[in-house]
């Protein structure tokens, strides 16, 4: 079923989602910068601030734009000439996109991880998965429980 844009967005209030991202974002952005602390010998140097808000901004908006996309359910939209693919597809992708190469920079994606040593990534480690083993002890983000489904 194809929904108006405004449509697609009822649901959950807009503060109880942004409390969710913003709780996430925090909890990511801690454990980056212990992460970079550990990296650079105790402290963060000042430079890197600039890095770490783009990265908090861009990781906040992917989690937007993908939590909005998860209570939609709706890839298509209405559009003026019929159904268009949702607009949040896009702003994710580009999200996406900016926020691996924030990563990048701070050394936290696999490729730069591997040519600073910070971790030797298995064949089949995903630069996410190589992340949450070195910053929080975990082997895949599979690990993390599954929400339960209501209904």
Not at 60 to 81: H, P
Request: cysteine-free; hydrophobic content about 35%.
């Amino acid at each position: 079923m194809v929904k108006s844009q405004a449509e697609a967005f009822k649901g959950t209030t807009n503060k109880y989602r942004m409390m969710v991202i913003n709780r996430e974002v925090n909890r990511v952005m801690k454990s980056v910068k212990t992460f970079l602390e550990k990296k650079a010998g105790g402290n963060i140097p000042p430079e890197w601030s600039i890095s770490l808000t783009l990265l908090e901004t861009y990781l906040r908006q992917f989690l937007m734009a993908t939590k909005q996309l998860e209570e939609t359910e709706d890839l298509l939209v209405e559009g003026k000439r019929g159904p268009v693919p949702n607009a949040l597809l896009n702003v994710q992708a580009h999200a996406a996109t900016r926020l691996e190469k924030a990563m990048s920079e701070l050394g936290l994606s696999l490729k730069s991880s591997k040519k600073l040593g910070l971790s030797e990534p298995k064949k089949d480690e995903t630069a996410l998965d190589a992340f949450f083993k070195t910053t929080m002890g975990m082997e895949s983000t599979m690990e993390m429980e599954p929400e339960e489904d209501e209904g």
